[in-house]
């Protein structure tokens, strides 16, 4: 058996197919730790859900586009691929003739699979600006808010997001790492397009080794590596912003924070301290005060402030935190934090966002371009914040406020997605599936049946990455991985550039996107103009053919350890940042004259919606946490081996205390039945005393299986509520939820969405 090379966003790998015909996979003998998702990857080739051939839903085939509430309810009928590239032709032309091309919505968020070729996002794009353009997405559901109020407050998102303190530095110097969400360790084997040295456990490990002090500020124990000896704050979730504040206050009143700093750098400080100080609006926001919101001791968030102040300390906040209603406060509130202790740009101070959300925040590998597809320019200036693709589907014409403007949903006819699941990824599934009753027409390209494939009208499978060959490498990728064809394509399964190109000569415009070339001529295409211009900055990479024979090579380490922040510190004139001050904006003028009581002009804290009143919590008293599932990437190769043995009673597992089981009746392996007045879903308790009473943790990520308004499997997102972060940013909301649990009486319904759906081989019934 010969093993080819080959990435995945969870790492480098090689494969083979075995004498059984059976993929066996072998990590990159360079990573000191790979990913234990290598284990899903066998099941791409044999998943009972791989779509073998084109198949249209029947009541587009027979009745023509419209919008239609059967979408995702009907049978499906397969057809030639003639037939498809003919139909969607022509839809397409129908579309932009009669509508205009900002009728077609081309967002298509999701992640893919690596390879930067093959991409299918880049390919989509690219297709639909040679004709024409498309309405397009803004930000990502994993920082939408913070990558919207980041410039308020600092000038910049990439050099927080992309650029913070790297883990060696923070190792060799930092003393207490506060760590708001953790640094779960579940999340840093994966990156955009892979790694191939995954560096950040044997950060963590050498964290441990230095005995660096860290607090974990989080509702579950599981999110440090139990080897960190780490005082753990279980906080109530969605309050650390009003710990923030606390913490704040404290230094404030206690003279510990660092006037000169503030004065020197910073902007609006005393505004900031009125408001920490009551001054207006009489709530001091003082550790008692904090205690109550929070659930931790008075005693401790004042100790806690005191050793902020008295050792280098570094303030971490995962994504998590920004992915919730008011998802700015906890990252202004931090960075005012992390400014009232003067530490920002020295090394192991100041603050951090993402450790632990990402495996290349804090990696050290190059920050190096590698070749990647042009995606042309899109002629269409309409575009929507990515969370927002329910609403404008729904409200065609009703006017939204974002970031400071206030905008228009378009009226869109034509969906099309390569490479995402919104059935995965957006909030409020049973209102989604409304949203997607009313387009004309929805095209979903996916190598699987997913629930965004079953709600589709037009469904062209494709190949995943082991059926083609690309390139791959992700952001601080130590490698450039030659991407070798592992099997044959699956079914009539075809690759998304072929298809696209296949559309292209239907619609006049076959040259402006193929220019050409097949698929192995542009790969060696953009690695031969790539590796040219490296020469011409005296870099020097191998040919391309001795890059495909030895199956990749290390990229030329640019590694620097200079951010930013020291750059600003050293000198806050010559390098000001690109807030209106150019300093750092504890209160931005700017963000305040837009007049949102949802996100006012300083860090505050502001009760969630799905709280206030307290109403809904009587009725639903568990929080639950939507967070990343540890043993897959979101939704994809949930029928694989690492994600199906994590199953309990068949369905995702939910953790839950075992006082809040007890009260309830529930046992260990128990199916339960998870609810509020959006949805409810099933799922198999796991009980465990790792996570603070109140607060229930049902991983995202279950394939969406909808029995009328319960998903039977254990998709969080029946159960989330479609509403932004803020009328600033406009981010998704989708990691707290209210609900309530109970045994699941009965004889639970089976799973069905392990298997196609309905398909006709002929149109007749
Ligand atoms: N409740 C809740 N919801 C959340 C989150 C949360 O915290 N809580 N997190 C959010 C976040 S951060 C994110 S990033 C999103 C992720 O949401 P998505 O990125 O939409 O999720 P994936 O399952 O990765 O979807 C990628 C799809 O692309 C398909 N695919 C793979 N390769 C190819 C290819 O070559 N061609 C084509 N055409 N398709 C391919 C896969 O089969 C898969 O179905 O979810 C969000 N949703
Ligand atoms: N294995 C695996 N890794 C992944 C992914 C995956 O699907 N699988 N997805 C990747 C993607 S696309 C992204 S964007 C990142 C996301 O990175 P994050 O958004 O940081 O990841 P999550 O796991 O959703 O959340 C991290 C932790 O935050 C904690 N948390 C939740 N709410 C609160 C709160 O209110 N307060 C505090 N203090 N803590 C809270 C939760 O306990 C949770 O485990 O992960 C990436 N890594
Ligand atoms: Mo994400």
């Known amino acids: 058996m010969r093993l080819r090379p080959s990435t995945s966003h969870w790492g480098a790998f090689s494969a083979g197919l075995d004498e059984n015909g059976h993929l066996q996979v072998a990590a990159h003998p360079e990573d000191p730790a790979p990913s234990p998702l290598l284990g899903n990857l066998p099941s791409a080739l044999t998943d009972p859900n791989r779509i073998a051939a084109p198949a249209i839903r029947r009541g587009w085939l027979e009745r023509g586009p419209g919008p239609d509430p059967k979408r995702g309810h009907e049978d499906f009928v397969e057809v030639s691929w003639d037939e498809a590239l003919d139909l969607l032709s022509a839809e397409l032309r129908r579309v932009r003739a009669d509508h205009g091309n900002e009728a077609i919505y081309g967002g298509s968020y999701g992640w893919a699979s690596a390879g930067r070729f093959h991409h299918a996002q880049s390919q989509l794009h690219r297709f639909l600006n040679a004709f024409g353009g498309f309405t397009s997405s803004r930000n990502t559901y994993s920082n939408g808010t913070s990558s919207v109020v980041l410039p308020h407050i600092v000038g910049t998102a990439n050099d927080v997001l992309r650029n913070g303190s790297s883990w060696p530095t923070i190792v060799a110097n930092t003393e207490l790492l506060v760590a708001f969400g953790g640094v779960p360790e579940k999340n840093v084997f994966v990156t955009p397009g892979g790694v191939t040295r995954h560096h950040t456990p044997g950060f963590l490990a050498q964290l441990a080794d230095r005995d660096v002090e860290v607090a974990l500020i989080s509702p579950l124990r599981a999110d440090l590596p139990q080897r960190l000896a780490a005082r753990w704050y279980p906080i109530r979730p969605a309050t650390d912003t009003a710990l923030m504040l606390a913490l704040a206050h404290t230094l404030a009143a206690e003279g510990l924070h660092d006037r000169h700093f503030l004065d020197r750098y910073c902007t609006g400080y005393d505004a900031f301290e009125r408001y920490l100080f009551g001054a207006d609006d009489g709530t001091v926001k003082d550790a008692a005060w904090a205690s109550a919101l929070t659930g931790i001791s008075g005693a401790d968030i004042v100790d806690l402030a005191k050793r902020m102040a008295t050792h280098r300390t570094f303030i971490t906040v995962t994504w998590s935190l920004q992915r919730i209603e008011h998802g700015e406060q906890p990252v202004w509130a931090a960075i005012a934090l992390a400014a009232m202790l003067g530490q920002i740009g020295l090394p192991g101070g100041g603050f951090g966002h993402g450790y632990g959300s990402m495996g290349d925040s804090g990696d050290i590998g190059p920050n190096f371009q590698v070749p990647y597809l042009s995606q042309g320019i899109n002629p269409v200036k309409q575009f929507i914040p990515v969370a927002r693709i329910a609403d404008m589907l729904l409200n065609p014409g009703t006017r939204y406020q974002y970031d400071g403007t206030e905008r228009t949903y378009p009226d869109i006819r034509l969906v099309y997605w390569a490479g995402g699941n919104p059935f995965h990824h957006h909030q409020d599934l049973n209102r989604l599936r409304n949203a997607f009753a009313r387009p004309d027409t929805v095209v979903v390209h996916e190598p699987f049946w997913t629930a965004t494939a079953r709600h589709a009208d037009i469904v062209l499978p494709t190949t995943t990455a082991l059926e083609r060959e690309d390139f791959g490498s992700g952001r601080r990728d130590t490698h450039l991985v030659a991407m070798h064809r592992i099997a044959e394509p699956c079914g009539q399964a075809r690759d998304d550039y072929a298809i696209l190109a296949g559309l292209a000569a239907r619609l006049g415009i076959e040259e402006r996107f193929t220019e050409g070339r097949t698929a192995r001529e542009w790969l060696e295409h953009l690695y ?69 009581d949802d996100c006012p002009g300083h860090p505050a804290w502001l009760e969630p919606v799905e709280w206030s009143g307290g109403e809904r919590a009587a009725r639903f008293p568990l929080v639950l946490i939507a967070n990343q599932p540890h043993t897959r990437l979101h939704g994809q190769l949930d029928g694989g081996a690492v994600s199906q043995a994590a199953k309990v009673a068949g369905r995702e597992a939910v953790r839950l205390h075992p006082d809040d089981a007890g009260r309830r009746g529930i046992s260990d392996g128990d199916v339960v039945r998870i609810f509020n007045d959006r949805g409810a879903c099933l799922a198999g308790a796991l009980l465990c005393t790792d996570l603070r009473p109140g607060v229930a943790q049902l991983p995202t990520g279950a394939w969406f299986d909808p029995a009328g308004s319960l998903c039977v499997h254990g998709n969080p997102n029946v159960l989330t509520a479609d509403v932004p972060s803020s009328r600033l940013s406009q981010g998704c909301t989708g990691q707290h939820v209210l609900v309530e649990i109970e045994r699941f009486a009965g004889e639970p319904p089976g799973i069905v969405v392990n298997r196609p759906p309905v398909i006709s081989r002929t149109r007749e019934v």
Do not use: C, H
């Open 528 to 596: 031969g103009t790539w590796r040219q211009r490296l020469a011409g900055k005296g870099i020097f990479v191998p040919s391309f053919e001795e890059f495909w024979e030895e199956g990749g090579f290390r990229l030329p380490n640019m590694e620097t350890d200079r951010t930013l922040w020291a750059d600003f510190r050293a000198d806050p004139i010559a390098n000001r940042l690109a807030t209106p001050s150019g300093r750092i904006e504890i209160v931005s003028e700017k963000v305040a004259s837009f007049g949102y």
